[in-house]
């Protein structure tokens, strides 16, 4: 009985050419224990060891601890690929919040630069119109001044045409009185003509100081209501101009609100294309970044096959078309091949019909086999037994 019979923890092979087992085994409660058994069935280690287990479970044993060593390492790997992209990940955050930052700012300036440009295109359009206006006022004030004064004009000939015929009327009525008096056959006319002068001097006076008071009484009733009807003309010539101001205002206002309109497009517009260019090279850059990652990975896992191809001493495999011919020329070539009658065994031990065969003896026949026309020889006889 060998040390490790019915304490085996666990199995492998330790070389490539699967030709020595490494066991495992508890030695008391704690202790694990290695023992190593070559494959020779005349070794009684190696018959104790196949009483408990079968070449089958080591080569299993073996596979799964190598992928599990492979899964182990890739793992590493993925985790660094990991790592690599969060840290790169926030880089690139960085950089694309400076980048939209950026961006943002230039389409900031671009707007206040564009909203500059056209508050000042309106305040020149404001202030021409402005002035336009001013100008329609003034020419309509003048006009209406010389109406005013043509009528004034008018007004005052009218008073003054007035004064005249009352002070001919006067005067044919003085002279009317004169020639009575005389006519009547006053002695003392000089003296009389006198008086009557001086009387009728008193009376042309008051008469001339009460038509003129009725003049300037008319001339003021008559200016007021020129000045009324100038209020109104005023008012009225005002209120066109008022109304011609507030309709060019109007007008400018909509200009203005358009050109507003299209610079407001125009800068949402940019916005809008500069996003897009932004969005463009961020997308390229997490393509790169992502292929950078990718690139890493896949160089560790060809770094990991080197580094186990070199510690186990195996050629780096090499893909050879499968042809019918090839397989032959193999086969042919290896039939003796240690390497290769062994690799052909573990895959025919592999296969269900063998695994599930319940002959002992023709298994051993396959495990005892020497060349590959042996192994497909046992084969053969496990395939027959089974149909």
Known sequence: ?????????????????????????????????????????????????????????????????????SQAKHKAIEQAAKDMLAV????????????????????????????????????????KRFAEVDEY??????ILQAEVDEQV??????????????????QTEVDEQVERRVAEGYTKVDEYKEEQNRILQAEVDAQIESRYDEVALYKEQQLKILEDEISLQVESRFGE????????????????????????EEADQYKIEQLKVLQSEIDQQVVARYDEADQYRDSQITQVKAEMYKKFNMSVPTVNPVTPKNVADFIINNFEDEDTVFKTKLAIFDLP???????????????????????FAAYNEIQHSNS
């Open 241 to 264: 101009v008022d109304e011609y101001k507030e309709e060019q205002i109007k007008i400018l206002q909509a200009e203005i609100d358009e050109q507003v309109k299209v610079r407001y």
């Open 153 to 170: 004009e008018s007004r005052f000939g009218e008073v003054d045409e007035y004064k005249l015929e009352q002070t001919r009327i006067l």
């Open 88 to 127: 790169w990940l926030v880089d690139i955050q960085k950089e694309i919040d400076e980048q939209v930052t950026r961006r943002f700012e230039e389409v900031d300036e671009y707007k206040s630069q564009q909203v500059a440009l056209l508050q000042s295109e309106m305040s020149a359009e404001i202030e």
């Open 137 to 142: 006022k003034i020419k309509q004030t003048r």
């Open 1 to 69: 009985m060998a040390k490790f019979s019915g304490k085996i923890k666990s199995t492998k092979f330790v070389d490539t050419s699967e030709k020595t087992i490494e066991v495992l085994y508890n030695e008391g409660t704690d202790n694990l224990m290695v023992f190593f058994v070559p494959i020779d069935y005349g070794n009684q280690d190696f018959l104790d060891l196949m009483d408990e287990i079968t070449l089958e479970d080591v080569q299993d044993s073996t596979k799964l601890y190598f992928e599990s060593q």
């Open 353 to 375: 019909e063998v695994k599930n065969s319940p002959s002992r003896e023709m298994k051993m026949k396959v495990r005892k086999a020497k060349s590959i026309p042996q192994l």
